[in-house]
């Protein structure tokens, strides 16, 4: 009851009556032609609905004039793409006609409650009315002016339920189909792990950029040595404009504009990651066998940022200690290992580790079918990588 009073007021009531009326548009044009058959029209636009745009066409009318808040949304229960499938274009056919239906039946109920209220009014001005076309009796002076509130709070009432009426069958002639929505499901799983993978790129490529400027700036202070405050300003710069290259690359994504951004680092581009390490105090052994040039992309920038991410661990947590890193290329997989001295305060740890950084790791191999440990191994720390390369290209 509360919104059949509301109803006069709320801009949907004539939105959707709006809508109610385009049909009536191509029969008015019709009646021009032949006003003995206005059921002709009816007959004309069935075909129509078998045209794939025609489904879209209809689904956003429907959702800018009948649900205008899912309009602003983005989402709704009403579809607004072509049709993909036969059984699309049926509910499309019968969707035209079910309108064209209710659109008759809303345009009779608007002229006969208008005739209504304007017959009222004459009588109740004193117009004289002899052959009423609306009213079946032409009542009393009086009665007439008491009466003439009650045609237009009718039409509101019916134009609300029809409007009501036309959405609920709009919802289930062009709803989304079951095909329809799990291709949105797919979709937003494809941007949430996009979107992940960004974060995971930010936090590896910030995170250690900002590790090798603060351990970097420390020891410069701490040394006292103007030939190795060069060195460490040196490194700062370098790692910070890597940083700035892999950031722009991230932000161009996320934009999905400008122009094509730059390839993700891979595990070619090591040197670098050893350099900015040994240049903030790590003494760095390093052991690459095999061709890194020929691994598959996604393993080699996956393996590049394993590396960077703990090599970042190494400055954060332990400071500039010696750090042994193995990299073996073979015909069936990579192989990637980092070991440094455990810290005093994590001897008892358990394997694992819950850290972001380290949960990056083990997530980004078993993206590409691979296994990665992390964690205390013969008294020392310890991060190891296994990726397969088959079926990978």
Not at 248 to 253: I, K, N, S
Not at 358 to 386: C, E, F, N, S, Y
Request: charged share 20%; proline share 7%; with cysteine.
């Amino acid at each position: 009851m509360n919104r059949l009073i509301r109803a006069p007021l709320q801009p949907l009531t004539y939105s959707r009556w709006l809508h109610l009326c385009v049909p009536m548009l191509l029969v008015a044009l019709w009646g021009f032609i032949d006003p003995r058959h206005l059921w002709v029209p009816a007959l004309v636009i069935a075909p129509l609905g078998l045209l794939p745009r025609v489904r879209m066409a209809e689904g956003l009318q429907a959702r800018f004039l009948l649900t205008p808040d899912e309009w602003s949304s983005g989402e709704g229960a009403i579809s607004a793409s072509s049709s993909k499938r036969w059984g699309d274009r049926w509910r499309t056919v019968l969707w035209l006609e079910v309108r064209m239906l209710l659109a008759a039946a809303a345009m009779f109920a608007t002229v006969v409650l208008a005739m209504a209220t304007v017959e009222l009014l004459a009588v109740a001005l004193g117009f004289p009315l002899e052959n009423a076309e609306v009213l079946p009796v032409v009542p009393p002076r009086w009665l007439a002016a008491v009466l003439v509130p009650l045609p237009p709070l009718a039409l509101v009432t019916v134009v609300h339920l029809m409007g009501d009426l036309v959405t609920l069958v709009a919802v289930r002639l062009l709803g989304p189909s079951t095909a329809d929505r799990l291709s949105v499901l797919e979709e937003r799983t494809e941007q949430l792990l996009e979107r992940t993978r960004i974060a995971r790129e930010l936090h590896d490529t910030i995170g250690h950029a900002l590790t090798v400027a603060v351990v970097q700036a420390g020891a410069a202070r701490a040394a006292g040595d103007p030939a190795f405050t060069k060195r460490a300003l040196d490194a700062i710069e370098e790692t910070g404009r890597a940083a700035l290259e892999d950031l722009e690359r991230v932000l161009v994504l996320l934009r999905h504009a400008g122009p094509r951004p730059s390839q993700r680092p891979t595990l070619a581009d090591a040197g670098r990651l050893l350099e900015s390490t040994r240049a903030s105090g790590a003494e760095v052994d390093a052991e690459l066998d095999g061709s890194l040039d020929s691994l598959p992309g996604p393993v080699s920038q996956e393996a590049y940022r394993i590396l960077q991410e703990a090599l970042t661990n190494v400055l954060r947590h332990c400071g500039p200690v010696p750090v042994r890193v193995r990299v073996d290329v073979t015909k069936k997989g990579l192989e990637l290992e980092v070991t440094n001295p455990l810290p005093a305060d994590m001897e008892e740890a358990g394997p694992g580790g819950s850290g972001s950084g380290l949960r990056g790791i083990r997530q980004r191999a078993a993206l590409l079918g691979g296994t990665a440990d992390t964690g205390p191994h013969a008294g020392r720390w310890r991060v190891r990588a296994r990726l397969p390369l088959k079926g990978i290209g």
